[in-house]
């Protein structure tokens, strides 16, 4: 039986790349002549041999060798800056339908710093949402570092998550206890769907008498909340069930 041919276009990995070259500058300005000179090897081995093995090899490499001569930064370690590095210019060799492909592959491949590095580089690596169905899978892990890599300071999920993703997002990390005031778009994602989403966790920490989420009251608009929903907080309020950040919000005479 002949099958029809997809219509659907594959998914094409755009790059940013100004971004990318800002953080080779950031990358290769501290290191020293050895390592420069293993850096400038590795990607001539990578331009040779563009493909998910030779990113792994050459990011272990890395680790095991010159990356120990070099201090890492309150951001990143050199060693998961490498790791990006290397997978950009594996992509940039790819065929366009080919990079998200890679992508995956190293990603599947990658241990723990690795997965880390490459999800909060995604917003640089995959600029139009490609890998959407990657950092959804990434935010099954519970692993809290891994999923703090996509959660937290990440314009990701800001920019390629819907709603109901978005929300799940929020909620899973108030879950892990991840600072959510750090979740990029979350202003802009408050309203009354998340306000219930919120309301409901709320009811159930109280309920099962476990501390409220540290950041639970970052979610909320409070400005839109229903006239049955703020009754309901003011009663908790009076009942000094609430924390006492919560109290600052409530409207003096609701």
């Known amino acids: ?28 300005e501290p290191l020293d002549d050895g390592t420069r000179h293993w850096w400038q090897q590795a990607e001539d081995q990578m331009a040779a ?38 997978l950009a210019q594996a992509l940039e060799y ?41 950092a959804l899978q990434a935010g099954r892990t519970n692993n809290s570092q891994v ?23 929020i909620l899973k990390a108030l879950g892990m206890g991840l600072d959510v005031r750090r979740t990029e778009g979350l202003p802009r994602r408050r309203g009354h769907p998340l306000n219930q989403l919120a309301l409901d966790l709320l009811e159930e920490q109280l309920a099962a008498e476990r501390t409220v989420s540290a950041g639970l009251v970052q979610v909320i608009a409070f400005a839109l909340l229903s006239p049955p929903q703020l009754q309901r907080l003011v009663e908790l309020d009076r009942q000094q069930r609430l924390p006492a950040d919560w109290h600052d919000q409530l409207p003096l005479n609701p």
Do not use: C
């Open 1 to 28: 039986m002949n099958l029809p041919l997809s219509t659907h276009p594959v998914p094409v990995l755009e790059m940013r790349r100004d971004s990318l070259a800002d953080l080779r500058l950031r990358f290769t």
């Open 94 to 134: 790819q065929a366009e339908d080919q990079r998200l492909a890679l992508l995956r592959q190293v990603f599947l491949w990658g241990d723990d710093q690795e997965k880390i590095a490459l999800l909060r580089a995604l917003d640089w690596l995959d600029s139009h949402g490609a890998a959407l169905d990657l």
């Open 147 to 169: 999923f703090a890599a996509i959660a937290l300071d990440n314009p990701y999920p800001a920019r390629h998550y819907d709603e109901r993703a978005f929300y799940q997002l």
């Open 49 to 86: 041999q563009p493909d998910a093995q030779t990113v792994a090899r050459l990011s272990s490499q890395y680790k095991r060798g010159p990356g120990r001569q070099v201090p890492g930064n309150s951001a990143w370690t050199h060693a998961q800056l490498a790791h990006v590095l290397l």
